[in-house]
């Protein structure tokens, strides 16, 4: 993304996605990210979202406090929105049915505003 050199005119953190949500596929390492393009940042040039995944763990683990692997963005666009789902690749071995991958993201506005980290988790299918 596009370095930002003044501070943003609004003293705030950016807002999360409360609709965040991933699926995948066992033998295909594409992931499907679920989220709101309704949100500012998704209407909006030079925003993005920052996704983050875990190591592939087994499917009853409940909790997962990292590392993650960056894995992709997701870039706003004023006249084009993404749509959801964007589909991003695991950066790590291909997933098999059963396992648990974890998800982090966050959100990056054009005026350098960053939210903080909001998770997610989904059963490969």
Known sequence: LDTVLDAPAIQALAEHDPTFAISATAQSTDVDVTFDPGLAWANEAGAAML??????????IQFYGGPYRYAGKVLGDESTP???????TYPGPTPQAGQKIFAKARIV?????????????????
């Open 51 to 60: 996704v983050h995944f875990s190591a592939l763990t087994n499917g009853n």
């Open 82 to 88: 993404p749509t959801s789902p964007a589909t991003l």
């Open 109 to 125: 506005r054009a005026d350098g505003r960053v939210s903080e980290f909001f998770r997610t988790r989904g059963l490969v299918s």
